[in-house]
């Protein structure tokens, strides 16, 4: 019986090591070449490619806007100008999320995964629960984040290609409206003056400086509904992801986090509080 035992510890820490082997000298070169992975990268670099693409349509709408007659339109100039501290913050994120696909995958399985089988195969040697489940949590943590963000741009391909759409269109707008203004004021034509070629331009009626104005405003609230998407599929998605990930690979383990009985723990005090209160009265009951 002690030999069977024996022999099923030496085959599951060998299982183990085998595990650690695979990630260390497979995993961590072929994870990184399919398929799954390639796409998400390749995400990575549209959403960078938009974030820019929208940054310079931003700031080639708020100079076209600020060169206008009077100071009228520089309050709206301005909020335009504005908006690229948000797509820096956007771009910072695309950034982080290209380097956990690039790296942290190769992090999970060259190191995190290999150490968690390691100490996985201790704990199974030495018969210590702490050191399976901190190999549990390891294993969870480096799963959850090497595929946080493959997982998340997969999700937003899917779930949110009609945001995804609307940013597209209201990049096209803003980027239209420039050049639409900036041939307006290239001289006259045929005498008429910059609104009523503005007028044709925007096949719209823009009789004042108001008009344009209020055409403007409604394409800086698209602009502004834009980069609330942007925020939502490029950072919020994946934190979420992360968390969804983590949630499932708990439910898979079974992770049991012990916790203490504060029932239990608060009989023994008043145990050891009546005891001590006994021996105190024994005591005086003695002396006297």
């Given at each position: 019986m002690l030999s069977t035992n024996h022999a099923k510890l030496a085959v599951k820490i060998l299982a183990l090591l085998l595990i650690a082997a695979i990630s260390f000298f497979y995993a961590t070169s072929w994870i990184p070449d399919t398929e799954f992975v390639k796409d998400s990268l390749e995400s990575v670099a549209q959403s960078n490619q938009t974030v820019m693409a929208f940054s310079a349509a931003t700031l080639s709408t708020s100079l076209a806007i600020t060169a206008l007659p009077d100071d009228f339109a520089t309050p709206l100039a301005e909020s335009l100008a504005d908006m690229n501290v948000y797509f820096i913050a956007?771009?910072?994120?695309?950034?982080?999320?290209?380097i956990l696909i690039i790296y942290g995958i190769k992090l999970t399985f060259a190191f995190l995964i290999p150490c968690a089988c390691i100490v996985a195969a201790i704990a199974s040697a030495t018969k210590q629960n702490f050191l399976q489940s901190f190999a549990i949590r390891l294993c969870i943590l480096g799963l959850s984040v090497a595929f946080v963000v493959p997982c998340s741009t997969h999700i937003t391909k899917y779930v949110a290609a009609d945001l995804t759409a609307y940013v597209e269109e209201t990049i096209s707008e803003t980027e239209?409206?420039?050049?639409?203004?900036?041939?307006a004021m290239e001289?006259?034509?045929?005498?008429?003056?910059?609104?009523?070629?503005?007028?044709?331009?925007?096949?719209?009626?823009?009789?004042?400086?108001?008009?344009?104005l209020l055409h403007f405003q409604n394409n800086i609230r698209r602009c502004m509904n834009s980069i609330?998407?942007?925020?939502?599929?490029?950072?919020?998605?994946?934190?979420?992801?992360?968390f969804v990930l983590k949630w499932a690979l708990n439910e898979t383990f079974h992770i049991v986090i012990p916790t203490p009985d504060l029932k239990q723990i608060n009989q023994k005090r008043r145990e050891r509080k009546a005891d001590d209160e006994f021996v105190t009265i024994g005591g005086h009951s003695d002396d006297e």
């Open positions: 956007i771009l910072v994120v695309l950034l982080l999320e290209k239209n409206g420039a050049n639409k203004l900036n041939t001289g006259d034509e045929e005498g008429k003056n910059m609104f009523e070629k503005l007028t044709e331009l925007f096949q719209t009626a823009i009789r004042d400086i108001s008009d344009l609330a998407i942007l925020i939502l599929t490029n950072f919020i998605m994946p934190v979420l992801t992360f």
